[in-house]
Nanobody, 129 residues
Framework: QLQLVESGGGLVHPGGSLRLSCLAS????????IGWFRQAPGKEREGVSC???????NHADSVKGRFTIDRDNAKNTVYLQMNSLKPEDTGVYYC???????????????????????WGQGTQVTVSS
């Protein structure tokens, strides 16, 4: 059974940091493109960061310079390091996966959400003083 499990969310003050993990089971993560998305209450889900099976990564403009994404293939895990957190970063964060060889349907730096096949259950991130 293919599964993604996020962890690492929590409550943090503005300016703080969190590291989210996306652990894959049932498949080898290094063959997949991974995306991180978030959804705030009353808002649409938005892409945050992504890393391709090649190792290439991209970030939304709103998090560039603050978030980094990397993968540990030995642990079958992708990490999202979030620094200098702001209240507007609050939301449920999801990771998603699609095989890297799948043809792109969009030309944006990261795949659109509809391109991903597998999703985790999400982890809550709250940035508040």
């Amino acid at each position: 059974q293919l599964q993604l499990v996020e962890s690492g969310g929590g409550l943090v003050h503005p300016g703080g940091s969190l590291r989210l993990s996306c652990l894959a089971s049932g498949f080898t993560l290094d063959q997949y493109d991974i995306g991180w998305f978030r959804q705030a209450p009353g808002k649409e889900r938005e892409g945050v960061s992504c890393i391709e099976s090649t190792g290439s990564s991209n970030h939304a403009d709103s998090v560039k310079g603050r978030f980094t994404i990397d993968r540990d293939n030995a642990k079958n895990t992708v990490y999202l390091q979030m620094n200098s957190l702001k209240p507007e970063d609050t939301g449920v964060y999801y990771c998603a996966a699609v095989r890297g060889v799948r043809m792109r349907a969009t030309i944006t730096p990261c795949r659109a959400s509809f391109e991903y096949d597998y999703w985790g259950q999400g982890t809550q991130v709250t940035v508040s003083s």
